[in-house]
């Protein structure tokens, strides 16, 4: 894992942890440590292996608890705190993120309420009518809504 996808993984971590309305400081912890992370010169992987939790955490944003999860990260592929979100809300639930007029407010929504947690599930909730049933979306943003799933 290259310091730009261990960057994305902490900023989706970020971005899912504010669906879920977590705790805000938490969640601006990791969306600093993502954007030291991915302007970082040097490769985590070479300073994990000479130096450790400690060498990593001299980067800006990381602490003790970053650091260890970027160590998981590059030995394991994963780390715990991110199994047990993704297995609350499923990363797909971030797509929904990328259509105009939907904004992590409209997503949480969606998932919590209508259980709708990817683009495709979107769609048919979309076709069966299911936009006229969410609060905060008016007959323009439904609109751009189905556009953008075309």
Not at 51 to 56: N, R, T
Not at 79 to 108: M, N, Q, S
Not at 123 to 149: M, W
């Amino acid at each position: 894992m290259n310091n730009a996808e261990i960057a994305r993984r902490f900023s989706r971590l970020a971005a899912l942890m504010e669906l879920r309305g977590d705790d805000p400081f938490r969640l601006r912890s990791y969306r600093n440590a993502a954007e030291a992370i991915e302007v970082w010169p040097t490769p985590l992987r070479e300073i994990a292996e000479k130096e450790g939790a400690a060498g990593l955490q001299s980067i800006p944003g990381v602490g003790k608890a970053i650091a260890g999860k970027i160590i998981d990260l590059l030995d394991r592929g994963t780390f715990d705190a991110w199994e047990r979100l993704i297995a609350e809300t499923p990363e797909t639930v971030l797509d929904l993120l990328e259509l105009p007029g939907i904004g992590p407010k409209t997503a949480a929504l969606l998932h919590q309420k209508f259980k709708v947690s990817s683009l495709d599930e979107l769609k048919k909730f979309v076709a069966g009518g299911g936009l006229d049933l969410v609060d905060g979306i008016g007959p323009k943003t439904a609109d751009r809504i189905k556009q953008s799933l075309g």
